[in-house]
């Protein structure tokens, strides 16, 4: 069996943990605390993960920091209109990569790029 596919017998629930983590980023659209929730998580759960999974939790950490980074700029320039664009740019990009990262983590594979900045 391939090293990046769960290994038979490996525990199944830290896949659970980072579903939720995803989960709790998309909950963040309306409910703001839950992203911070989530970034919690995924700093808890990396370190004792299988390495397929991470993957993931990188990719979480990443999503929440970069997330940060867009909302700042987008909220800084909401003044001067183009904060709108960038807010509704951060929106779509927030959904493509939870999405995306429930995919790989509902077929047990690691995430393909975790370092990406776009999706």
Same mark, same amino acid.
């Given at each position: 069996m391939s090293e990046n596919? *769960? +290994? $038979? @017998?490996e525990d199944r629930s830290g896949g659970?943990? $980072?579903?939720? +983590?995803y989960i709790l980023y998309l909950g963040s +659209? +309306?409910? @703001?605390?839950t992203g911070i929730i989530g970034v919690v998580m995924a700093y808890i759960?990396?370190?004792d993960a299988p390495?397929? *999974?991470k993957s993931h939790y990188r990719f979480q950490v990443r999503?929440?920091?970069? @997330? #940060?980074?867009?909302?700042f700029v987008g909220c800084l320039l909401s003044s001067v209109l183009i904060g709108y664009l960038i807010l509704l740019l951060w929106l779509i990009w927030l959904i493509a990569r939870c999405i995306? @990262?429930?995919k790989s983590l509902d077929q047990h594979q690691p995430h393909s790029n975790?370092?990406?900045? #776009?999706f």
């Amino acid at each position: 069996m391939s090293e990046n596919r *769960l +290994v $038979a @017998g490996e525990d199944r629930s830290g896949g659970q943990s $980072a579903k939720t +983590v995803y989960i709790l980023y998309l909950g963040s +659209v +309306v409910l @703001g605390i839950t992203g911070i929730i989530g970034v919690v998580m995924a700093y808890i759960y990396k370190d004792d993960a299988p390495d397929w *999974l991470k993957s993931h939790y990188r990719f979480q950490v990443r999503t929440f920091w970069i @997330g #940060m980074l867009y909302l700042f700029v987008g909220c800084l320039l909401s003044s001067v209109l183009i904060g709108y664009l960038i807010l509704l740019l951060w929106l779509i990009w927030l959904i493509a990569r939870c999405i995306k @990262g429930i995919k790989s983590l509902d077929q047990h594979q690691p995430h393909s790029n975790p370092t990406t900045w #776009m999706f």
